[in-house]
């Protein structure tokens, strides 16, 4: 992730866990399914999932996002969500809101996430930056 106050800009570094992942089906096209890492889902649809993250390294915390995934069998299917992030950046205590915004198919998931502004309290209020995040296949011991 890169960050930036308003007397620097430096890149941090971190690794994250799925501690949690609660996903509810809102619309699927048919009845349709496809399996993706033992896990069954819509060929084609939406979700929505509630999922906790932990975070080591340079950035430090738990985050609680909210999550919006198609699916399209065979595509870049967009996901999208807001979570909120408590803990410590580069030392910095305090809060913040990060938009994700990307996508996911049979080789990963592809993601932008970026510092919204204004949503942020303590050490990490001024703070603004992002993360471009790419990810293959299924870890249990954490995401670099």
């Known amino acids: 992730m890169s960050t930036s106050s308003t007397s620097r800009t430096h890149s ?8 949690s992942w ?7 096209t048919d009845d349709r399914t496809v399996e993706i890492s033992g896990v069954t889902y819509p060929a084609r649809g939406f979700s929505r999932a ?6 080591q390294g ?23 969500g807001f979570e909120a992030f408590e803990g410590s950046i580069d030392g910095h205590e305090g809060s913040l809101v990060l938009r994700h915004n990307g996508f ?17 309290t303590g050490g990490l209020a001024a ?5 471009e ?9 954490g995401y670099p």
């Open 58 to 80: 340079d950035v430090t915390g738990t985050g609680t996002l909210a999550y919006l995934l198609t699916y399209i069998e065979g595509a870049d299917a967009p996901t999208a």
């Open 50 to 55: 509630d999922v906790a993250y932990s975070y």
């Open 133 to 141: 995040i790419d990810l293959a296949g299924h870890s249990d011991d």
């Open 104 to 120: 996911h198919n049979a080789t990963g998931v592809h993601e932008t996430v970026e510092i919204v502004e204004g949503l942020g």
């Open 22 to 28: 609660n996903e509810e089906k809102i619309y699927t």
């Open 127 to 131: 703070m603004r930056g992002h993360a």
């Open 12 to 19: 941090v570094t971190a690794t994250f866990q799925v501690t």
